[in-house]
Nanobody, 118 residues
Framework: QVQLVESGGGLVQPGGSLRLSCAAS????????MGWYRQAPGKQRELVAA???????NYADSVKGRFTISRDNAENTVYLQMNSLKSGDTAVYYC????????????WGQGTQVTVSS
């Protein structure tokens, strides 16, 4: 059984920073992708950033230059450093772990609220 536990959300003023963490545990295939998604009220869940176990990362256009994704493979942990936060970044942020081994395996965290407001 794979579990993902997120932390680091909260309330921050516009222009501020937050760092999200997501720790995965259980039986995890070493070649995988970890990512962050977000869902604002009334909107669909969208990809924010993702990073492979080899270190290749990609970002949504809306966060490029402001957010940085990183990971610690030894700890099965992924981070999202969020700088220059805007009110439009307000959402529930979810961590996702995926790998392909014959079939696709997808696991989600419970979500952490990020609110950007003055």
């Amino acid at each position: 059984q794979v579990q993902l536990v997120e932390s680091g959300g909260g309330l921050v003023q516009p222009g501020g920073s937050l760092r999200l963490s997501c720790a995965a545990s259980g039986s995890i295939f070493s070649i995988n992708v970890m990512g962050w998604y977000r869902q604002a009220p009334g909107k669909q869940r969208e990809l924010v950033a993702a990073i492979t176990s080899g270190g290749s990362a990609n970002y949504a256009d809306s966060v490029k230059g402001r957010f940085t994704i990183s990971r610690d493979n030894a700890e099965n942990t992924v981070y999202l450093q969020m700088n220059s936060l805007k009110s439009g970044d307000t959402a529930v942020y979810y961590c996702k772990l995926s790998w392909l081994r014959i079939i696709t395996y997808d696991y989600w965290g419970q979500g952490t609220q990020v609110t950007v407001s003055s």
